[in-house]
């Protein structure tokens, strides 16, 4: 059984930076790619970046490029998000996610993604 737990999540001030993890266990786990999701009260899930197992291949969706930064230690099998210059709209509870076999290149959509973490929750104050 895999397991991904996130961390690092809390309340920040507009401007502000967080850093989260999310540290995946299990007998034996390896992945393909990791991504960050987020939801809002209210609204979809949605996705916030994608990193592929050999840090190659990095995607971010428009509203975080140039504040948020994924990255990946695969020796540790921990996925990292640092997110700075942070907003109001930025509040919600943030997911990571693992892929655990190739499903082509889309990484956009919760639904090519094989294990989820609890969440942890991020807010922002304006």
């Known amino acids: 059984q895999v397991q991904l737990v996130e961390s690092g999540g809390g309340l920040v001030q507009a401007g502000g930076s967080l850093r989260l993890s999310c540290a995946a266990s299990?007998?034996?786990?390896?992945?393909?790619?990791m991504g960050w999701f987020r939801q809002a009260p209210g609204k979809e899930r949605e996705f916030v970046a994608a990193?592929?197992?050999?840090?190659?291949?990095?995607y971010y969706v428009d509203s975080v490029k140039g504040r948020f930064t994924i990255s990946r230690d695969n020796a540790k099998n921990t996925l990292y998000l640092q997110m700075n210059s942070l907003k109001p709209e930025d509040t919600a509870v943030y997911y990571c996610?693992?892929?655990?076999?190739?499903?082509?290149?889309?990484?956009?959509?919760?639904?090519?993604?094989?294990?989820w973490g609890q969440g942890t929750q991020v807010t922002v104050s304006s």
């Open positions: 990193i592929t197992w050999s840090g190659s291949n990095l």
């Open positions: 299990g007998r034996t786990f390896s992945w393909v790619a």
């Open positions: 996610a693992a892929q655990t076999y190739y499903r082509g290149s889309r990484l956009t959509v919760p639904n090519v993604y094989d294990y």
